[in-house]
Nanobody, 115 residues
């Protein structure tokens, strides 16, 4: 059974930083693309960043230059370093993987950017 567990969310002031961690289990982590998404109440979940098994990354325009996605295959974790946070980054952040024809999601971690 695939499990994704996010951690690292919290409250931070504008301009601050947070690092989110997604711990994966129940799958051979190293060969799958991992993604980070976010969702605000009343809005659709949106893609933040993805990273392939080979380490190629892709970002939403709204976070380019501020967020960095990475992965540690030995520890089966995907990371999202978020710098220069803005109030509009406030959301629940989810980790995701498309594994054997099924989309798996973590429970999410709340990020709040506020002064």
């Amino acid at each position: 059974q695939v499990q994704l567990v996010e951690s690292g969310g919290g409250v931070v002031q504008p301009g601050g930083s947070l690092r989110l961690t997604c711990a994966a289990s129940g799958m051979f982590f190293g060969i799958y693309t991992m993604g980070w998404y976010r969702q605000v109440p009343g809005k659709q979940r949106e893609l933040v960043a993805t990273i392939t098994s080979g380490g190629s990354s892709n970002y939403a325009d709204s976070v380019k230059g501020r967020f960095t996605i990475s992965r540690d295959n030995a520890r089966s974790t995907a990371l999202l370093q978020m710098n220069g946070l803005k109030p509009e980054d406030t959301a629940v952040y989810y980790c995701s993987v498309f594994y054997r024809q099924t989309n798996y999601w973590g429970q999410g971690t709340q990020v709040t950017v506020s002064s």
